[in-house]
């Protein structure tokens, strides 16, 4: 009550709710195969579907599609949990399996051979699909298509006990070979795969379930209300609510297999039963399509995110370049802006344009500027500046604000190279000879010399300070920049990130991986970060219930202390979450 749409899924919800087309809450699932991480593409998904519960009070599970053992891993399943954990939504009860449905679906399997709704095939895979014929070509029938359903059976369970070989039958749904949609000619719902462990059943299972059989009955044995999916699967509705229509039918007396069957764990027994007094109406059309999300510069199918994290064109799925959920993480990328993406580029019917990366970087910035508290100057590629008119020691100079931070000022002290140009550019308004600057929360100083080296490069610069300068407002036109002590301060390395394809729309150009930009990440090793660092990121660990550690290195964007590397090196790493929003000028 009272709750509005913010989608067109959402839209049909709302409906179905006012309709009372199902009795009981609204459940959804979000239904990844593990056979990879998630990636951005999947945050769509998972706020839609989880979005959808929250809002209307019901729920959403979590299940895991996993009935392609040869590309699944229990490492993957794993990750999965941790990324919709961290995106902040929380599944009903625990998660589930399309492996936990394997023996009643194998039932279902037999039911529907008894009925002659399905039969044995022992086409080889190339024939199937030459019978199958294509839109414009009608298929036709396979010789084994009006075998007796015994013979069927017989051989069904042979190929359940792991008596035949590999790709020598499939088990096939009886629809009809001519139907205008492909999908309908007498699709497949089991595939033999007798050698291949599968990550939760192990070799109990030398059969499969194909996706159209799992996926559909899945939903239904949990009760799922509403079923969002991608666009491509469009085409697979119509089998979706006959394979459900099928299974209902079954349920009379005449079958045991109906009831809440035995090898079903507990807690679906009330959802297989709920399930099965909806009325047909009610169990057709479930299923609803989204456009998928795409994004320029980056790369959305798990399958070639694998091929870049098994070329090593990226330092594992959680590469800071990768769009993966664990990528953006150890990017820094706060999950509240993955969310608000999401919030902001909506849902449609139909494909819709290619979203800008700037836009979930947007998204990023606005985020961490509302969240990240702490700050320091960190100077990225320090250039070496002598203050020749210092005399004495260090002074102890005390930065404004609320944590207490002090940093030393004396005679040696660094710059970022990018705030000094020899021959200034016409708008160039930082460091040049003769020119001014202020450093940040410390005194104005004059660039009076530049000394080059032997390769005649720049190799420090001869400033003078105005001790006047300290505590003022700097005078008009003065920029002013960042800097460090040379020596007290603390190295750091920082990783900054460029993107991982140059091209706009990597997939375009043939092969993806040429697009793949060739210097991506760069490695600044002789950064020097002020030294309250340390205590910040101490704080943190004491007091933070986050991870990722955040700070904002003044004037050149948002960074997140990489752990992993962090602990492997004992300095601190820092990867660049993002930079400011216009370059500083
Ligand atoms: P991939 O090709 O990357 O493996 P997939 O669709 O095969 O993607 P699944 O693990 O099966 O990956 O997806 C789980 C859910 O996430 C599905 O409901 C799927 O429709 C959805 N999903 C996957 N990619 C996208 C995307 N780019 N945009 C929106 N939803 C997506
Ligand atoms: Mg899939
Ligand atoms: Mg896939």
Excluded at 274 to 303: C, D, P, W, Y
Excluded at 557 to 567: I, N, V, Y
């Amino acid at each position: 009550e009272g709750v509005e749409a913010g989608n067109l899924v959402e839209d049909i919800v709302l409906t179905d709710l006012k309709t009372k087309k199902y009795q009981g809450r609204v459940r959804t699932r979000f239904p990844p195969e593990p056979n990879g991480f998630l990636h951005i593409g999947h945050v769509k998904s998972i706020c839609l579907n989880f979005g959808i519960a929250e809002k209307f009070g019901g729920s959403c599970n979590l299940r895991f599609d996993d009935t392609n053992p040869e590309s699944e891993k229990q490492v993957y399943i794993d990750n999965i949990k941790e990324d919709v954990r961290w995106l902040g939504f929380e599944w009903d009860g625990s998660e589930r399996y399309a492996s936990d449905y394997f023996q009643q679906l194998y039932r279902w399997g037999e039911a529907f051979i008894d009925r002659g709704l399905a039969y044995v095939d022992e086409l080889s895979a190339e024939d199937i699909s030459e019978y199958r014929g294509s839109v414009t070509r009608p298929g036709k029938n396979s010789p084994f298509r009006d075998r007796p359903a015994e013979e069927s059976l017989e051989l069904f369970r042979q190929m359940r006990a792991g008596g035949m070989a590999q790709g020598s039958a499939v088990l096939r749904a009886k629809i009809d070979m001519s139907h205008p949609n492909v999908i309908m000619r007498d699709p497949i719902m089991y595939r033999i795969l007798p050698d291949t462990p599968h990550p939760r059943t192990g070799n109990e299972w030398p059969i499969y379930p194909s996706y159209d059989w799992a996926h559909g009955l899945s939903d239904a044995i949990e009760g799922v209300t509403h079923s969002v999916c991608t666009l491509e699967f469009n085409m697979h509705n119509e089998l979706y609510n006959w394979f459900n229509e099928k299974v209902l039918s079954l349920d009379d007396d005449s079958l045991p297999l109906c009831r809440p069957p035995d090898a079903l764990p507990r807690h679906l027994d009330c959802a297989v039963h709920q399930h099965s007094k909806h009325s047909r109406a009610q169990r057709s059309g479930r299923q609803h399509e989204f456009a998928r999300l795409e994004m320029t510069n980056i790369v959305v199918s798990k399958r070639k995110l694998k091929r870049l994290v098994e070329g090593e064109y990226v330092d594992g799925w959680d590469d800071p370049r990768m769009p993966t959920i664990s990528g953006m993480r150890r990017r820094g990328y706060p999950p509240a802006a993955l969310r608000k993406l999401c919030e902001l580029i909506g849902v449609t019917k139909v494909p819709t344009s290619v979203i800008e990366l700037s836009l979930l970087e947007n998204c990023v910035r606005d985020a961490l500027q509302e969240t990240v508290a702490a700050k320091a100057l960190c100077v990225l590629r320090p250039l070496p500046v002598t203050i020749t008119n210092w005399s004495g020691e260090d002074e102890l100079l005390e930065v404004p604000g609320d944590e207490a931070r002090q940093m030393h000022f004396g005679k040696e002290i660094l710059l970022d190279a990018e705030d000094f140009q020899e021959d200034p550019e016409p708008n160039f308004k930082r460091l040049a000879p003769g020119r001014k600057v202020k450093l940040r929360y410390s005194y104005v100083i004059t660039c009076d010399e530049v000394i080059r080296g032997s390769d005649g490069d720049i190799k420090e610069l001869r400033c003078s300070y105005d001790p006047e300068s300290l505590g003022k407002r700097p005078p008009k036109k003065v920029a002013v920049i960042h800097w460090a002590h040379a020596t007290q301060s603390a190295p750091v390395t920082v990783r900054m990130y460029d993107n991982l394809f140059s091209d706009a729309r990597p997939e375009e150009a043939g092969d993806f991986l040429d697009a793949l930009s060739g210097d991506s990440c760069k490695e600044l090793t002789s950064a020097r970060c002020e030294p309250s660092i340390s205590a910040m990121w101490k704080k943190h660990q004491e007091e933070s219930e986050d991870p990722i550690f955040r700070v904002q290195f003044e004037r050149c964007g948002f960074f997140a202390l990489d752990r992993k590397a962090t602990e492997a090196t004992s300095r601190m790493v820092f990867n660049c979450t993002v930079t400011p929003r216009s370059d500083f000028a």
